[in-house]
């Protein structure tokens, strides 16, 4: 089965600049993920999405940060205006189950550099 | 509240040696643990996870792990590396919501020598 598909793999922009990722959950997974991850840091859940419905977005910073998901499928994560500090992975997981036990399968990620 | 820590930020065996990379957790009630492995410029993989279910818990690769709850401990282990095991791997524990929410320790990169 195809994996968790996210583009682009890299991003370098300025600081103030927007910036969108895009990510395709495995088919028919329910729960999608956003995290960061800062270098030398374990990833960071941002948000979470139950089909098309937020579940968590305690850790979002909504000031800059936002992200839907259109049709409980595809996801875009964005940010508006950067700031350096946003330099970091961001991944994409889906998992079939919402329980705590369930695995979350991720993407490659997408490497953002803010200069 | 819960969490993890890896008590190592880096480990370096040699290849056909034993591997261990440790991990403590702190939680109020009966946690689920995972470890996940990140080689580079790959998305993380689940090697294995505890959910109560048996202590000695199994997982891809050669891993195992051990859940102590006496200790609060969940340490990875392997028989003998291979140079290919040489990646980052996090330690991770869920919180008891309704939903799963990972929260990840800050890993350890394993470096294996020939």
């Known amino acids: 089965e195809a994996g968790v598909a996210q583009s682009p793999r890299y991003k370098i922009i300025e600081k103030r600049q927007s910036v969108a990722f895009w990510c395709n959950p495995i088919s028919g997974h329910a729960t999608l993920y956003w995290y960061q991850q800062i270098l030398g840091q374990g990833p960071k859940l941002l948000i979470q999405?139950?089909?098309?419905?937020?579940?968590?977005d305690s850790q979002l910073p909504k000031d800059r940060f936002s992200a839907e998901r259109l049709k409980g499928v595809d996801s875009t994560l964005k940010i508006q205006p950067a700031k350096l500090e946003d330099s970091a992975v961001y991944l994409c997981a889906s998992s079939l189950e919402v329980g705590r036990h369930s695995e979350q399968y991720f993407g490659p990620g997408t490497r953002l550099t803010v200069t | 509240a819960q969490s993890v820590t890896q008590l190592d930020s880096h480990v370096s065996v040699s290849e056909g040696t034993p591997v261990l990379l440790r991990c403590n957790y702190s939680s109020s009630y009966s946690p689920s643990l995972f470890w996940y492995v990140q080689h580079p410029n790959k998305g993380l993989q689940l090697l294995l996870k505890?959910?109560?279910?048996?202590?000695l818990v199994k997982g891809i690769n050669g891993f195992e792990a051990e859940f102590k709850k006496s200790e609060t401990s969940f340490h990875l282990t392997k028989p003998s590396a291979h140079m290919s095991d040489a990646a980052e791997y996090f330690c991770v524990v869920t919180l008891n919501t309704g939903f799963q929410k990972l929260v990840f320790g800050t890993g350890t990169r394993l470096l294996v020598s020939p």
């Open positions: 505890y959910t109560s279910a048996a202590t």
């Open positions: 999405f139950q089909n098309n419905g937020v579940v968590d």
